[in-house]
């Protein structure tokens, strides 16, 4: 019965948390985006101690069910794992802990923490490795059951789908991605649950909450005949079997050992006391644990491209140049971010407000010292004044919740005008593109010759009236460079 009522709730909470990265419409997150908000470090960064308190409690309680039921990536190696056991009889086998390694990319991933190196966490961080599995593996595929969807509806002449464009918002991101995907298939279809247990940081401190958990998994000697069915149908391999000891710091709660034996010798009940005697290296091991726990504790508590794919045709008849992404001296980051620095502290990289942005503006950072972190690029499209989806859906406190008011106000860059690619001054036609879709009225043309009144129009921008939402930009028919494009700042102004 454990069993059953875990992976029910597994199965629901994965299929809800993989739909929120496929949903491109940002409906379902006003129903179940409190589950991307539930996860373990997004609410760490995000100073949500309400849900860092309840996680810790629930695994003080009941173990690891934290990996086994809340974390996409723990359930999803579980899908693998299910599939690549079924080729074998007896699939698993009791191992002892890597410790070393466990705690050495604990260490990493603290350094990481600690100095701002937001791609390094990311890469660690269990549901953001997760998010860029679902956002650049899976999405395109439902994108294109959609589309297909949408072209059978149109001819129906019914409207109930309508197309949206499938395309990689940046290579780098999206190979990390597939590696990372061919890696957990891997670790899961031979191995079981290894990836949690000797890599994921969250796994490591949440393993050490859960030794002393009041509910464990707990084995009869007495009633026991020595099968070692239950170390061979441990995905987690932390049963031993030969000294009927359960490693309770990389159980995950699963309860297979539960139904697989046939004595009923195991048994998932309140532990109260400690066995009378421990061997003194397993004591080492809890001192050395309690020091990383509590160094990591003290941490997390001080912590507060492919190139952008064009349309080739304009209106279906004449084909157009490409347009290039213009080289920023500082990235733009979304309204509500703050600026560069809270978004590199917060950002988790999971790329869900990536999914939701309806305009095309986000995608992934293909810098270094960002990579795969969000940022703004207007080559499909412009941040719309009356759009508010990322900062409704991130859960790490990278973007903080804005209404579409406050939005209006926030100065996120400006506006530059280069004057050698400006149509006006190189064709010698009229345009004004940029100043007629300005949505603050930063933007005037005047005459270029302020003595001929008769001479062509250019545009002067207002920087103190830009709120760098890339309408000019975008806009702009200039090729391959736009005329004017938006230089990010590192602090977000309020105009």
Request: proline letters at 6%.
């Amino acid at each position: 019965m454990l069993r059953k009522i875990r992976l029910t709730l597994a199965i629901i909470c994965f299929t809800l948390i993989t739909l929120l990265f496929l949903d491109f419409t940002g409906t379902l997150h006003a129903w179940f985006g409190w589950l991307a908000k539930i996860q373990f470090l997004p609410a760490v960064l995000a100073l949500n101690a309400g849900v860092v308190v309840l996680l810790i409690t629930l695994t003080l309680i009941f173990g690891r069910i934290y990996c086994s039921v809340i974390c996409p990536l723990g359930v999803f190696q579980d899908v693998i794992a299910w599939f690549g056991k079924r080729r074998k009889k007896l699939p698993y086998s009791y191992s002892p802990a890597l410790s070393w390694v466990r705690y050495g990319i604990l260490g990493i991933f603290i350094i990481a923490l600690i100095t701002g190196a937001g791609s390094i966490v990311a890469l660690l961080a269990p549901y953001s490795a997760y998010g860029r599995i679902a956002n650049n593996l899976f999405a395109p595929l439902w994108q294109w059951s959609n589309n297909l969807l949408a072209h059978a509806a149109e001819r129906a002449d019914s409207y109930a789908f309508y197309e949206v464009d499938v395309w990689i918002k940046s290579l780098p991101t999206f190979l990390i991605a597939a590696a990372t995907f061919v890696i957990l298939i891997t670790l899961a279809w031979r191995n079981g649950r290894t990836y949690c247990n000797t890599i994921c940081p969250v796994g490591t401190v949440l393993g050490f909450l859960s030794r002393n958990s009041l509910f464990r998994v707990t084995i009869d000697a007495e009633k026991c005949n020595g099968c070692s069915l239950c170390s061979h149908k441990c995905k987690a391999a932390c049963i031993n079997h030969k000294k009927h000891e359960v490693d309770y710091s990389r159980c995950v709660a699963c309860m297979n050992c539960l139904q697989t034996c046939k004595q009923g010798a195991i048994s998932y009940k309140p532990h109260y006391k400690r066995p009378a005697q421990e061997p003194m290296r397993e004591a080492a091991d809890v001192n050395k644990s309690r020091r990383n726990f509590l160094t990591v504790a003290t941490v997390l508590a001080s912590t507060s491209v492919l190139k952008a794919q064009e349309k080739k045709v304009d209106g279906g008849l004449a084909v157009i140049e490409d347009k290039k992404i213009p080289h920023r001296d500082t990235p733009i980051t979304p309204p509500g971010s703050l600026g560069t620095r809270n978004m590199n502290q917060r950002c988790t990289a999971c790329q869900l407000c990536v999914t939701v942005c309806p305009n095309h503006v986000l995608r992934p950072s293909g810098d270094l010292s960002t990579l795969m972190q969000p940022e703004m690029s207007y080559e499909r499209g412009y941040c719309r004044p009356e759009c508010n989806k990322c900062s409704e859906v991130c859960p790490a406190g990278a973007i903080l919740p804005i209404t579409a008011a406050a939005k209006s106000a926030i100065q996120i860059g400006h506006a530059v005008w280069i004057k050698e690619n400006c149509v006006p001054l190189t064709d010698g036609v009229d345009c004004g593109n940029c100043a007629r879709h300005c949505p603050t009225g930063a933007i005037q043309m005047v005459a270029s010759d302020p003595d001929m009144t008769d001479s062509p129009k250019i545009p002067v921008v207002n920087t103190e009236r830009c709120i760098g939402c890339g309408a000019c930009e975008h806009l702009c028919p200039a090729r391959p460079f736009s005329a004017i494009y938006v230089e990010g700042h590192e602090m977000h102004k309020t105009i």
